[in-house]
């Protein structure tokens, strides 16, 4: 639920994304994931085969869920990182995909089961800030 401190700016375009950090053991899920999402307690990751998972909300703790931060929305600097080397391992092996590389996978909303649906084979590398290569199908 929005508060007063949320920003209440109106967006000219919605970014779901989902950021793999490789090097890091580390993933970013965008504000707009969780936004879209109704601003939910916790979401849970659901991989459901070799290159493509979900992000679904949920209101209690359960397996492979994560606390959406409470200063998510109320900072500019907010974020919501959730470090697993074991995710972001499997991950990119099942991929064949570089562990010391970025990548940004965009993701699709489905509004009748509310869930954000990831597909890793439509990424983007990320070297230094700037996209170097797309792979989007």
Same mark, same amino acid.
């Given at each position: 639920?929005?508060?007063?401190?949320?920003?209440?700016?109106?967006?000219?375009?919605?970014?779901?994304?989902?950021?793999?950090?490789?090097?890091?053991? $580390? @993933?970013?899920?965008?504000?707009?994931?969780?936004?879209? @999402?109704?601003? %939910?307690?916790?979401?849970?990751?659901?991989?459901?085969?070799?290159?493509?998972?979900?992000?679904? %909300? $949920?209101?209690?703790? &359960?397996?492979?869920?994560?606390?959406? %931060?409470? *200063? @998510?929305?109320?900072?500019?600097?907010?974020?919501?990182?959730?470090?697993?080397?074991?995710? !972001?391992?499997?991950?990119?092996?099942?991929?064949? @995909?570089?562990?010391?590389?970025?990548?940004?996978?965009?993701?699709?909303? $489905? &509004?009748?089961?509310?869930?954000?649906?990831? *597909?890793?084979?439509?990424?983007?590398?990320?070297?230094?800030?700037?996209? !170097?290569? &797309?792979? &989007?199908?």
């Amino acid at each position: 639920m929005e508060t007063d401190k949320t920003i209440n700016y109106i967006k000219k375009s919605v970014r779901l994304s989902f950021s793999i950090y490789g090097a890091k053991d $580390s @993933l970013n899920i965008s504000r707009d994931v969780i936004r879209i @999402l109704g601003f %939910p307690k916790f979401v849970s990751i659901r991989i459901k085969d070799r290159n493509h998972f979900a992000v679904v %909300p $949920s209101d209690v703790k &359960e397996q492979m869920s994560f606390s959406v %931060p409470k *200063n @998510l929305f109320t900072t500019k600097s907010g974020q919501f990182r959730i470090t697993s080397k074991g995710f !972001v391992t499997t991950i990119l092996a099942r991929n064949n @995909l570089d562990k010391n590389v970025t990548y940004i996978v965009k993701g699709t909303y $489905s &509004e009748k089961e509310n869930v954000v649906f990831f *597909n890793m084979e439509n990424h983007r590398i990320v070297i230094d800030g700037k996209t !170097v290569k &797309e792979n &989007e199908k």
